[in-house]
């Protein structure tokens, strides 16, 4: 599925099973309490906290969609053609970025 295909797809959703979009400010609202949600599991699973009992049975995956289909929400709302900004975006970092990361010694060990 290409970007574009999925900010079609979550509009025709939210357009029939979700009933109309939360407003942007909602959303951005929930789109934090989902990254929220990503890092409690990247902190516990990969960091140096500890697991609980009750984060062991936390889907990675399903949590990094959520994300994912809130920030497609916001991109719906706003007009934003993700294809074009993430196309846009790489082409900023390979230029900016093109050296920097070669030549950094923290990176080469």
Not at 22 to 41: P, S
């Given at each position: 599925?290409?970007?574009?295909?999925?900010?079609?797809?979550?509009?025709?959703?939210?357009?029939?099973?979700?009933?109309?979009?939360?407003?942007?400010?909602?959303?951005?609202?929930?789109?934090?309490?989902?990254?929220?949600?990503?890092?409690?599991?990247?902190?516990?699973?990969?960091?140096?906290?500890s697991?609980?009992?009750?984060?062991?049975?936390?889907?990675?995956?399903?949590?990094?969609?959520?994300?994912?289909?809130?920030?497609?929400?916001?991109?719906?709302?706003?007009?934003?053609?993700?294809?074009?900004?993430?196309?846009?975006?790489?082409?900023?970092?390979?230029?900016?970025d093109?050296?920097?990361?070669?030549?950094?010694?923290?990176?080469?060990?």
């Amino acid at each position: 599925m290409t970007l574009y295909e999925a900010q079609q797809l979550v509009d025709q959703w939210i357009t029939t099973t979700g009933v109309r979009y939360f407003n942007e400010l909602t959303n951005t609202a929930i789109l934090m309490e989902e990254v929220g949600e990503v890092a409690r599991i990247m902190a516990r699973r990969y960091g140096e906290q500890s697991e609980k009992e009750s984060d062991k049975a936390a889907d990675l995956a399903d949590e990094m969609a959520d994300v994912l289909f809130v920030l497609i929400c916001l991109a719906n709302q706003t007009g934003v053609d993700l294809t074009a900004a993430l196309e846009k975006n790489l082409g900023k970092k390979s230029r900016r970025d093109a050296e920097r990361h070669r030549n950094n010694p923290k990176l080469n060990k």
